[in-house]
């Protein structure tokens, strides 16, 4: 796949269909990879990577980039392309400027979750059907798939890419049965004293490190609302237990009808804090009472926020249909 | 520390000013008594009710937070009622999956004839959250201690 | 740092009765930045004005906090007061510590606690409050009248007699609405047709006045001052321009088994027809559901003899759209439905009518050319028995339709019927049942009791329990007598149903449309039900007649002369001043992603690309939002669908909400 990649990636630069191409860089460690821009095929020789570890999102990027000469090459892997429709519809990316190629995924790999295994000295990664081979410095070490995938590719919604102007590798599915709500129903389920314990254990974790915000394709705004001081609620660090629901809640309320479940937030969580939780929740709601929806399957149109039906439930329902 | 049946609940209103502003202000003309624990806010549709708002309330210790609006298809503006009407939906849900008691919260559309349902409504209101007791669970300790 | 005058008003013992006014003027005087804090009895008095307008002077006011009554009642008092002494009036909030405190508490202390609350609140919000100016937009000189029945022929020829260009949108073929289907008009007993009908013609002749008959409005946009209608002016098949109304196609129609809307399906028409001889305007309409032409092309019979070559059976609906300063609502009423009103047999017996085809059986013009004949057998009847508030007064979850509210003019026009029933054929007996007699109204009981008393109608007290039609055509009228405390049982030829009267079907839609309120019933709602009747809550649009609530003949003359008047007002203007509680975006913080112009209803914000400085002396190109603030209505939708909180309300921003939330919470 990687050599595929590389080697259409030189020829669109060669022709000059594109003056640059986004893609993963490697870092210092095999898992430590970074998305980065290529403007010549000597860069990309040198540290383009594309492996089981590169799972960020590069739709937010091409916000920034794609305002820039030229056009763009971007790689997108299906999850990235809903991002990409969805930055299409709020007019924040300029779609003529930017050539998609999508390309095939079958789940990334948490890097964590192979450290947690006892593996160390990592030096690559490999995979083939439900295994991962990952390399290091000792032995190879196989790895069942389902045990260390990303937490989002153990529910993936959709192999199928949203938009693409050319693809490398197979087109798959929409997986309507991801069971990607199992959790945020199993959550419902319980009592509401054990779902506070449960958020107020999780949220007080946060450092307000703001990884989230910064790596979510729809926390896309030129300044934060909370960083806006004639919002009312502009904060740098949240000093109380409340300021921690305030800024998840808030987020995710701002997010919600145009998040896509990337997964993005929970992934680049320093504190782990299943941040996704809340988004699937808004998604979940959404779907049941004002019919499926999916952000990022177009790329114009209206969001369930903002638009409405006369007939639309009242917010009573939630006493009737809520939690447990 | 207050004793419970001693509790008197902070209560904020949202109400929107076509509609159920006249409408709490008709529940005055005829006099009809609700508890003086309940505040009203002026907004100019509950459209313009921002889930920060309740939130924000919630912070500085309010016991409850109703918003009130136009019934849907009266809204002066025409369509504010509808999107208030998702956008408190979806903020409701998120806060009973927070383990927020969802009773503290309520939406209720009133309109500028009925007085009556005003009252009624911050009376039954009210009385719930005075049951349900202080807010512990969405509050900022540092704004509450005076 | 805002300099604030806190205004604490007594409003007599309105609110000084439970408010202790004086604690609260002396409690808000230690919040920060109030600088002065009075109490006075009346602060909307003159009096009370000049005290706030002195103490702006006098303190060097940058805001003004009044603790009255609520802002819907004076708030633009006190705002006009502030201007006055040189303050912007936006600077100015009001504590309603009347409507939602002293009124609606009875213990002191708590209300007062409430009331220094309100105080808070409002001081707090005062204190981000910022100097307002409101823009201007400019007025259309022209107003629209939708509904050409007494009401809106009224206020048209009142609109134009003052020099102003006025459409009326009628949706029947002819102008006129129910007083043309009216015999006699109490309590002067004038013929109905005789007055109206000048009125029609005038408004036919008035070059200021056009006439948009079997017209509905479509859809309606834009604001006072500056609305956009579409009218759709429904195919009548006759050229309106060619037709000279002779009427020769109306008697050579085949189809002649048309139930006649007019007389109330009492007879027939033709598929092509002149509602009646006076109609306004006087052209023929083809009634689609009937005609053979239209309905299979067999028969083009009235083409071929129109000698004005008026029929045009490829006629297409057609829209027109209008520019209006004012509209005014003039949809009328009509009497409900009473299919399921079976104690009464109305739907069982074609001798038991409603008051309306009463009026049709009397009229000259009518099925029975004004001769009083029984609908079932064409005989003249000998006992007529009146039934008054039928689905009138009705408890509010009425399972038949009727209606809580007292319909108004059931009570005048009985007496009417009686009276005219018992002069032409003085041996007739004639009873009326009803639960009261309400006469309110110049020279209105006089007539009522010249009806029973000189006339001999018999007045009974009581409702009627049950009509049974008999074998022999007779109706058995059971009813109670309450006075005498005896069952009645009265063999009658024909009994009249008072059918209590609603606002017409279409006025909801409309109501819609207009973004005009209206209450439980259907009746639009006025801006004050005693101060400012003829106006609706929204801006530029006015009420005449029914539309509003229920009235006889002189009520609505005199409500859609006061609505042209308020209309007028407006036409004469040649700018309006603008709401500048409008949105607003702040570029730097805007992201353009069209949430904003998804959500506004006024399509008030649009989008440009603009310039921006970067740092490093770099600059950018960004997409932003940006509100026109002459069409903005301030709802606020915007800002709350807007993520970086860009969007924002003037006079109801994000800090000033938080600000209230705040000092409530406190």
Redesign the interface.
């Known amino acids: 796949m990687q050599s595929r990649m590389i080697e259409r990636a030189k020829q669109l630069l060669a022709d000059g269909t594109v003056n640059r191409v986004i893609g993963w860089k490697k870092g210092e460690f095999a898992y430590d990879i970074t998305p980065a821009v290529f403007e010549s095929a000597e860069e990309i020789d040198k540290d383009f990577v594309y492996d089981d570890f590169c799972g960020h999102n590069l739709s937010k990027y091409l916000i920034k980039e794609s305002r820039k000469e030229g056009k763009l090459l971007a790689f997108l892997k299906p999850c990235d392309t809903y991002s990409f429709n969805q930055l299409i519809k709020e007019h924040r990316i300029i779609r003529e400027n930017v050539y998609i190629i999508g390309i095939a995924c079958d789940g990334k790999a948490d890097a964590e979750k192979i450290k947690a295994k006892g593996i160390s000295g990592i030096t690559g990664i490999s995979s083939d059907d439900d295994t991962f081979t990952v390399k290091t410095i000792y032995d190879d070490e196989k790895i069942s798939k389902s045990e260390v995938l990303e937490e989002r590719c153990t529910v993936c919604k959709s192999r199928k890419h949203a938009v693409y102007d050319e693809l490398i590798g197979d087109e798959g599915e929409v997986n309507e049965n991801s069971g990607r709500f199992d959790m ?1 129903t199993k ?2 389920n319980m009592t ?9 254990n999780e949220l007080s974790k946060c450092i307000r490190c703001n990884a989230c915000r910064n790596v979510c394709p729809a926390c896309s705004c030129e300044n934060c ?1 909370f960083d806006n001081p004639n ?3 502009a904060q740098k660090s949240a ?5 921690e ?2 800024f998840h ?2 987020r ?2 701002h997010v ?1 009808g145009r998040c896509t479940d990337c997964g993005e937030c929970s992934r680049v969580c320093p504190q782990n804090i299943p941040l996704h939780l ?1 988004n699937r ?2 998604i979940k ?2 779907n049941e ?2 019919g499926e929806y999916q952000a990022g399957v177009e790329d114009e149109g209206r969001t ?3 638009s ?3 007939d ?8 009737e249909r ?2 447990k | 520390m207050q004793i419970n049946n001693e509790f008197k609940p ?1 209560i ?1 209103a949202f109400c929107c ?3 159920s ?2 409408g ?6 005829n ?4 508890p ?1 624990d309940v ?7 509950s ?7 309740i ?8 016991d409850g937070v109703i918003i009130c609006g ?1 019934h ?9 009622n ?2 208030a ?18 009773e503290r ?3 209720e559309w009133v ?3 009925e007085g009556a349902k005003f ?1 009624a409504t911050m009376n039954e209101f009210v009385e719930t959250v005075t049951k349900l007791g202080e807010n512990k ?7 509450k201690a ?1 | 740092m805002q300099r604030i005058g806190v205004f604490v008003c007594h409003c007599g013992t309105n609110i000084a009765g439970t408010v202790d006014v004086k604690a609260v003027a002396e409690a808000l005087k230690n919040e920060q930045g109030v600088v002065f804090s009075t109490e006075y009895q009346y602060m909307c008095s003159e009096a009370g004005q000049s005290l706030i307008k002195n103490a702006i002077k006098e303190h060097n006011l940058t805001g003004v906090v009044v603790c009255s009554c ?3 009642m004076h708030e633009a008092t006190f705002r006009k007061t502030a201007q006055s002494a040189g303050l912007n009036p936006y600077m100015v909030e009001i504590a ?1 510590i ?4 002293s ?5 002191m202390e ?2 007062t ?2 009331a220094i ?2 105080g808070r ?1 409002a001081i707090a919000k005062v204190h981000l409050n910022a100097p307002l100016i409101a823009g201007e937009s400019p007025v259309v000189k022209r107003a629209l009248v939708i509904g050409g029945g007494i009401a809106g022929i009224q206020t048209a020829l009142d609109i134009a007699d003052a020099g102003f260009e006025v459409d009326i949108v009628e949706k029947k073929p002819t102008i006129g609405g129910k007083m043309t289907q009216l015999d006699k008009t109490f309590p002067t007993l004038d013929c109905a047709a005789c007055i109206l009908t000048p009125k029609m013609v005038d408004c036919a002749q008035n070059e200021k006045i056009k006439i948009y008959s079997y017209s509905e409005v479509e859809s309606v946009s834009g604001f006072v001052g500056n609305f956009s209608v579409k009218i759709k002016k429904k195919a009548r098949f006759v050229d309106e321009n060619k037709c000279t109304g002779c009427g020769l196609c109306t008697e050579k129609c085949p189809m002649k088994k048309v139930p006649n809307e007019f007389n109330l399906g009492m007879n027939n028409r033709s598929a092509i027809y002149i509602p009646f001889a006076q109609a306004v305007p006087k052209v023929a309409t083809i009634d689609p559901d009937h005609c053979n032409m239209l309905k299979n092309g067999k028969c083009g019979l009235c083409a071929k003899i129109c000698t004005a070559g008026a029929i045009d059976y490829k006629q297409q609906d057609e829209i027109v759209e209008e520019k209006y300063g004012a509209i005014v609502v003039a949809t009328g009423y009509n009497p409900i439905s009473l299919e399921k009103y079976d104690e009464f047999a109305y739907s069982q017996s074609k001798d038991v009518i409603t008051s309306l085809e009463f009026e049709r059986l009397t009229n000259a013009a009518g099925p029975t050319s004004g001769k009083l004949l029984r609908p079932s057998d064409g005989e003249h009847p000998h006992t007529i028995v009146f039934v008054q508030c039928v689905g009138s007064r009705c408890s509010a979850d009425d399972s038949k339709g009727g209606k809580s509210y007292c319909s108004k003019i059931c009570c005048m026009y009985t007496a009417k019927h009686a009276m005219l029933t018992r002069e032409k054929y003085p041996d007739t007996d004639v009873y009326v049942f009803y639960i009261d007699v309400r006469t309110p109204g110049k020279s209105f009981d006089e007539f009522y009791r010249r009806a029973a008393e000189q006339y001999g109608v018999h007045y009974i007290k009581g409702m009627v329990g049950k009509v049974i039609p008999q074998a022999d055509g007779k109706l058995l009228v059971q009813g109670s007598d309450l006075i005498a405390n005896e069952q009645l049982k009265i063999n009658a030829d024909l009994v009249v149903l008072a059918a209590a009267i609603e606002p017409d079907k279409s006025a909801r839609p409309l109501a ?1 449309m207009l ?1 005009a ?4 019933n259907d009746f639009f ?1 006025e801006a004050h039900p005693k101060l400012r009747p003829v106006e609706s ?2 801006a530029g649009i006015f009420l005449s007649g029914a539309c509003q609530g229920p009235k006889d003949i002189p009520e609505t003359v005199s409500q859609a002369s006061a609505a042209a008047a308020k209309a007028i007002g407006l036409l004469c203007k040649d700018k309006l001043t603008c709401n500048p ?1 409008v949105a607003h975006s702040d570029e730097m913080m805007c992201n353009g992603c069209s949430q904003c112009a998804n ?1 506004c ?2 399509g008030a914000i649009s989008y440009e690309e603009k310039e921006f400085r970067m740092p490093n002396r770099t600059t950018a190109i960004r997409r932003v939002a940006s509100v026109n603030p002459a069409v903005c ?5 915007c ?3 807007c993520p970086s909180g860009a969007m924002d ?1 003037k006079g ?1 921003s ?1 800090r000033q ?2 600000a ?3 000092a ?3």
């Open positions: 945020v959550l419902e509401a004293d054990e779902r506070y314990t449960f958020w107020r609302v919002s009312g609620i000093a109380t237990s409340f300021e629901n305030m809640i808030i995710a309320f919600a809340l929740k808004f709601d959404i009472l004002y369930p926020l903002t409405y039906t006369k639309d439930c009242e917010p009573s329902i939630v006493n809520g939690c | 902070k904020v000013n076509w509609c502003y006249a709490a202000d008709l529940a005055g003309t006099r009809l008594n609700y003086a505040k009203i806010i002026r907004v100019p549709c459209c313009r009710v921002n889930p920060m708002f939130l924000r309330a919630f912070q500085r210790g309010a136009c849907p298809g009266d809204c002066h503006y025409t369509s504010g509808y999107y009407r998702r956008r408190i939906t979806l903020l409701f849900s998120m806060l009973d999956y927070l383990g927020i008691e969802r919260t309520r939406l309109s500028a004839a009252s669970r969405l509050e900022d300790l540092r704004c005076e | 609520s802002p819907r309603n009347r409507e939602q405190c009124w609606i508490h009875k213990d708590k209300a606690e409430k609350i309100l609140a819609t973004t309120s209206m209450d439980t709602t809550p929204t509680c959500v209803p006024y209505q301030g709802c606020g939708a800002t709350v669908t309300l109801f994000n909400i938080m209230e939330v705040d409530i919470c406190r």
